[in-house]
């Protein structure tokens, strides 16, 4: 298992910037792809960026393609994703999530592929 926390989100301005961290402590944090949900009032968890244990793919659903940044430091076991050009459509509470095993493209876009997620965290943009 790995345990992951997250960094507060915020409120930002449509056109912003922010940055989401995760920090992961437990098993080893490179033997685990990551990913990034968010799920919005009324709405199900969807899925957002995942990252292979070595960083070397990355995926992103079509809506954040261009905007949003997935990365990760496997030196201090942290997660990030990078979020520009924000949209009043981003706003929801976005979690982090690990994926032990997964080496697929397909399966890390799958929510049912993750193993341990994050307590989530606000991000809301204003118009």
């Known amino acids: 298992q790995v345990q992951l926390v997250q960094s507060a989100g915020g409120l930002v301005q449509a056109g912003g910037s922010l940055r989401l961290s995760c920090a992961a402590s437990?098993?080893?944090?490179?033997?685990?792809?990551m990913g990034w949900f968010r799920q919005a009032p009324g709405k199900e968890r969807e899925f957002v960026a995942a990252?292979?244990?070595?960083?070397?793919?990355?995926t992103y659903v079509d809506f954040v393609k261009g905007r949003f940044t997935i990365s990760r430091d496997n030196t201090k076991n942290t997660l990030y994703l990078q979020m520009n050009s924000l949209k009043p459509e981003d706003t929801a509470v976005y979690y982090c999530a690990a994926a032990w095993g997964v080496r697929t493209v397909e399966d890390m876009c799958s929510i049912r592929a993750y193993d341990s997620w994050g307590q989530g965290t606000q991000v809301t943009v204003s118009s």
């Open positions: 437990g098993r080893t944090f490179s033997n685990y792809a």
């Open positions: 990252i292979s244990w070595s960083g070397a793919r990355t």
